[in-house]
C-alpha cells in the first residue's frame, strides 16, 4: 500500500533515462518536461488499470492477465501498443516458463524464484 | 543481458504495483499484469516523449507536452494533469471576458452551447492558475 504521497510518483531519474533513449543524442528535458512526463506516466497507470479491471469485470473473472492488459489497450485507443505488447507477452511466458523448470530442478537454489512466488 | 525479464525494463515494478494498488478497484496484482503494465508505461512515456519532441527543437520542455495533451483526443485523461500554461495577462483577460459575460446587461443573448464552453473553460482555469506562479 501506498504510504506517503510519493509512493505514488514515478522515479524522475527512471523517466529521464527513458525518455533519452527515445530521443535523438543531445536533446535536452526540462525540468518541469520531466516532471510533466513521470505525472502522466503515473496517470497512465492508473488509466489503464481500470480499463483493465473493467474487461476483468465484464467477463466475470477475478485475477487480472497479461492479455487484460492488451485488451485495455486497445478499448483506450491506444492500439499502437498492442502489437509490441503481445510480443512481450510472449517473451515473458517464455522466460517465466524457463525460470520455473530451472527452480524446480534445483529447489535449493532460492535465488531465481522471487518474481514467480510474487503474488 | 540477463535473461531475468525483470531487467528489461527501466521502471521499477514495485513502485508500478503501489499504484496500481492505490485503485480501489485492485487488490492482487500478478507478476504478468504488472509486468506488461509496466512496460506498456514506459512504451507510453517514449511515444509521448517522441509526439511533443516534434514540435520542439533542441529542448524538450513541458508547453510541447501540453500542447499534444491538448490535440490528441486519447490523452483526454491528460487534460487535467498536463493543463497548457497562460500568462497572467491572458488570465485577466480571459476573466475579464467572462465578466461581461457572465453580466446579463453587456451581452445580449448567449446561447447554451456558449455557456456550456464557458464552463468547461472556467474549469481548465483553476488548474492553469496552479500552473502559474
Do not use: W
Not at chain 1, 18 to 23: M, N, Q
Not at chain 1, 74 to 96: G, H, S, W
Amino acid at each position: 500500500m501506498a504510504e506517503k504521497l510519493e509512493d505514488l510518483n514515478l522515479p524522475l531519474t527512471v523517466v529521464s533515462r527513458i525518455v533519452k533513449e527515445a530521443l535523438p543524442e543531445g536533446v535536452s528535458l526540462s525540468k518541469e518536461g520531466r516532471t510533466g512526463l513521470a505525472k502522466a506516466a503515473s496517470v497512465f497507470v492508473l488509466y489503464i488499470t481500470s480499463a483493465a479491471t473493467n474487461i476483468v469485470k465484464n467477463s466475470k473473472r477475478k485475477a487480472l492477465t497479461g492479455q487484460d492488459v492488451i485488451d485495455a489497450m486497445a478499448d483506450i485507443e491506444f492500439d499502437r501498443f498492442v502489437e509490441p505488447l503481445k510480443e512481450t507477452l510472449e517473451q515473458y511466458k517464455l522466460q517465466a516458463s524457463a525460470k520455473k523448470s530451472a527452480s524446480s530442478k534445483k529447489k535449493d537454489d532460492g535465488e531465481d524464484v522471487e518474481i514467480i512466488e510474487e503474488e | 543481458m540477463s535473461n531475468k525479464p525483470e531487467k528489461d525494463l527501466h521502471l521499477p515494478l514495485s513502485r508500478v504495483k503501489t499504484i496500481m494498488k492505490s485503485s480501489p478497484e485492485v487488490d492482487a496484482v500478478g507478476p504478468e499484469p504488472l509486468y506488461l503494465v509496466t512496460k506498456c508505461t514506459e512504451l507510453f512515456v517514449m511515444d509521448l516523449a517522441r509526439r511533443s519532441f516534434i514540435n520542439s527543437h533542441n529542448s524538450l520542455d513541458y508547453k510541447h507536452i501540453a500542447d499534444v495533451v491538448q490535440e490528441d483526443d486519447t490523452l483526454d485523461f491528460l487534460r487535467e494533469i498536463i493543463p497548457r500554461k497562460i500568462t497572467v495577462r491572458e488570465y485577466k483577460e480571459l476573466m475579464a471576458r467572462k465578466s461581461t459575460k457572465a453580466n446579463p446587461d453587456d451581452s445580449s443573448e448567449t446561447s447554451s452551447d456558449e455557456e456550456s464552453e464557458e464552463n468547461s473553460d472556467s474549469n481548465q482555469e483553476d488548474n492553469q492558475e496552479e500552473q502559474e506562479s
